[in-house]
């Protein structure tokens, strides 16, 4: 090894330890965990290994609502989001005055504390004693019969996870794509208006192929980020998702460590990993369509 070598080696030191400790370590003790049947937690022991921890939890009825719930999650909120995401941006690349204050606007709740959007979130849906909340005075001005999104039944409760989890994510999407659509070459659409080509055909022609390496970025991560949802279920419905019926597999995971039936890492890590098979497998499938419909 030559010194130029070595002293690379000695700069990528740090980064190699804390990747070693924090991610590596992590995923080999998963892995080990998931195979440890009976695993105890205060004795560190386990009475044999196989693969019955992924029989419990797919036949656990918990984990199947959560594998449920994010998938709906994910099918609704996914292309709802990048969806209006390119919507938006495209509206305000058309806008010259006031551009950076809207841009600011839509930016605003990306930078907010999620627990804090998921609480105003709740009491606009919330019925209580006293209100029914604002979202179902607005059914009610308009004939409706108010219904407990908190509450109530399951697709209202899923119909605000799917509005507040959108609301949450699409400011990054747009931020993201109205750089990418201020880094197109003006050229290209100068060339297409004297050729006398329509808006849309602008826009699918040029626009969205120049864009594709953009909107493959943002979907691939909003798949994943769609199946680490946690958090966002917690601010509207309390910690206690299985309760309400909302939980989702990352909940599932946490609830199995440290929730009110928690101790079972063997469960957790399982879970886990069969979390991480299905992203794995939906990014595969993602790379695979975007070598016909990405243009790099």
């Not at 330890?17 to 965990?33: E, H, K, N, R, S």
């Not at 609502?65 to 305000?92: C, D, E, H, R, Y």
């Not at 990054?172 to 080509?197: C, E, H, Q, W």
Request: aromatic residues 16%; proline residues 4%.
């Amino acid at each position: 090894m030559n010194k130029n070598n070595l002293k690379a080696w000695l700069y990528l030191l740090p980064a190699i330890l804390f990747l070693g400790a924090f991610m590596v370590y992590p995923l080999i003790d998963v892995l080990i965990y998931s195979f440890e049947e009976g695993y105890n937690f205060a004795s560190q022991s386990y009475f044999g290994t196989g693969l019955y921890n992924f029989s419990y939890v797919l036949h656990d009825p918990y984990f199947l609502q959560a594998v449920k719930n994010t998938f709906i999650i994910v099918i609704i909120t996914v292309p709802v989001s990048t969806g209006l995401a390119l919507f938006i941006s495209v509206m305000l690349s058309s806008i010259e005055k006031l551009r950076e204050l809207y841009q600011t606007i839509f930016f605003l709740p990306y930078v907010t504390n999620t627990l804090a959007v998921g609480l105003v979130f709740m009491i606009l849906f919330k019925k209580t004693a006293y209100s029914d909340g604002m979202v179902n005075m607005i059914i009610n001005f308009f004939g409706g019969t108010s219904v407990d999104f908190i509450d109530g039944p399951y697709w209202a409760k899923m119909l605000v996870v799917c509005i507040y989890t959108v609301w949450v994510v699409m400011p990054f999407k747009i931020l993201i794509l109205t750089s990418a659509l201020a880094s197109l070459n003006p050229a290209y659409y100068k060339a297409a208006r004297v050729d006398g080509a329509s808006s849309f055909r602008i826009f699918t022609k040029i626009t969205l192929p120049m864009i594709s390496p953009t909107m493959f970025y943002l979907i691939i991560t909003g798949f994943i980020g769609a199946f680490k949802a946690y958090s966002d279920e917690v601010a509207l419905f309390g910690t206690d998702l299985n309760a309400a019926g909302m939980n989702t597999i990352v909940g599932y995971v946490y609830d199995m460590l440290y929730g009110d039936s928690g101790g079972y890492p063997s469960y957790a890590s399982a879970a886990a990993l069969i979390l991480f098979a299905i992203v794995l497998t939906i990014t595969v499938i993602n790379l695979l369509i975007s070598r016909k419909k990405v243009h790099y």
